[in-house]
């Protein structure tokens, strides 16, 4: 068999001996992730996890070349689907989206999370992402003729092959080999803290390299490195995520295709490490892919941080015609606690009982404050109408 055939085709897999620059990104990625969130309460952090998930897969589908609007993703979330079968897909896309990565925080707060990189948890990446997409959805072109992707299945067969870009995936009669070494190299049990975080970025790119699945891998991708960066401790609870990163840049919207591109690079020379790939590509994809998860950090620290969180509050009320002044204080109250009883709102308003529930009703007319129960405690709330006041450049001027 042809080296281009055999799994060790993906070596280098790992950075065994990482540049300076990455050891250095590493411990200021470790650092900035441990206190992303740690003012709020933990009510208010998940009810900020929703929107950074809805935030992910609006930046996932503009990554594929799909232009899915934050209010349109809502309404999705809400069962609201547009009659047009085109966008009505793009919503179930990003739902579907929300919903796995909601899975994947939810098993990493219960400490259950599987190991990211192993093909059985990839495998059900892909089965759930998929499992409720109409036939269109999972019908893909392929030269003259047409296949229809099982949701899970890896390629197996000739016709599910396909260029991507200049790279040539492996065939598809040796993708659950490259798989299985896939899972070798990247399981993170052995790691420390430093090798899982590294072992993320490498990961990213040689997963597409390898391109398992007929359709649907640079989702994959990115939800599983997602769970990497949960099972490598710095998934900040949800609070952050790569996708937004890698579909903007450092400086520029096209870093992400030039920089797995460029990954893509065989050795140049005996100077390059001892694999068929670049080891100084892999070095510097690492290195971006790092810098990108840093930025992002770093960019929700600032946005979710509680004096600026209440500032933004405090103006929202007050450019809001709808809103009573006193409307802040239930805000502010759930900012601090995370929620409060609805028995509360006069102590908290210090206004009459009537009056009080009236701001209270105007707070959840809104959708700033909801509940579980149509009486039970109140928690704060992000509408996307609301996002160009409380969190600015969290989504392009679209």
């Known amino acids: 068999m042809a080296l281009s055939e055999t799994p060790q085709r993906i070596e280098p897999a790992r950075l065994d001996e990482p540049s300076e620059a990455v050891n250095d990104v590493v411990a200021e990625l470790s650092a900035a ?25 609006y ?78 959805m999972l019908r893909i072109q392929r030269g003259n003729g047409q296949i229809i992707m099982q949701p899970g299945a890896f390629r197996s067969l000739p ?51 390898i391109h398992p699945f007929p359709d649907g891998n640079g989702r994959v991708s990115r939800l599983m490195s997602h769970a990497m960066a949960h099972k490598a401790g710095i998934g900040a609870h949800g609070l952050w995520s790569v996708s937004r990163g ?19 690079t065989p050795r140049q020379g005996d100077l390059d490490g001892r694999g068929n790939l670049s080891q100084r590509a892999l070095n510097d994809f690492v290195l971006w892919f790092l810098e990108i998860a840093l930025d992002q950090v770093r ?60 701001v209270l009703s105007d707070l959840v007319d809104t959708g700033l404050l909801a509940s579980l129960t149509p009486k039970g405690a109140v928690s704060l709330r992000f509408p996307v109408k609301f996002l160009d006041v409380l969190f600015p450049r969290l989504f392009p001027e679209t």
């Not at 492996?170 to 430093?194: C, L």
């Not at 890698?246 to 893509?264: I, Q, T, V």
């Open 246 to 264: 890698l579909a903007r840049g450092l400086k520029s919207r096209s870093e992400y295709k030039s920089m797995m591109d460029m990954a893509d």
């Open 59 to 136: 930046y996932s589908n503009l990554i594929e070349g799909h232009n899915t609007l934050p209010r349109d993703i809502e309404r999705a979330q809400a069962g609201e689907f547009d009659d047009d079968s085109e966008r009505r897909n793009l919503q179930l896309e990003a739902s579907a989206h929300i919903r796995v990565q909601a899975d994947i925080d939810r098993m990493a707060s219960e400490d259950r999370l599987s190991e990211p990189a192993s093909v059985a948890f990839i495998r059900q990446l892909h089965q759930q992402f998929y499992r409720d997409g109409p036939q269109d």
């Open 33 to 57: 992730s441990a206190v992303l969130g740690q003012k709020l309460h933990p009510q208010t952090a998940a009810n900020l996890a929703s929107l950074v998930r809805l935030m992910n897969a």
């Open 299 to 358: 960019f929700m620290t600032d946005l979710f941080e509680l004096d600026t969180l209440a500032r933004r509050l405090k103006r929202l009320v007050e450019q809001h015609e709808g809103l009573k002044p006193e409307a802040l204080l239930l805000l502010e109250e759930a900012l601090i606690r995370g929620s409060f009883e609805r028995g509360e709102i006069t102590r908290i308003t210090r206004l009459p009982e009537r009056s009080a529930r009236r």
């Open 159 to 209: 016709e599910h092959d396909n260029v991507v870009g200049r790279h040539h995936p492996p065939s598809s009669d040796q993708i659950s080999a490259f798989m299985d070494y896939f899972e070798s190299r990247y399981t993170t049990e052995r790691m420390g803290k430093s090798g899982r975080i590294i072992a993320m970025a490498a990961a990213h790119h040689r997963f597409n390299y």
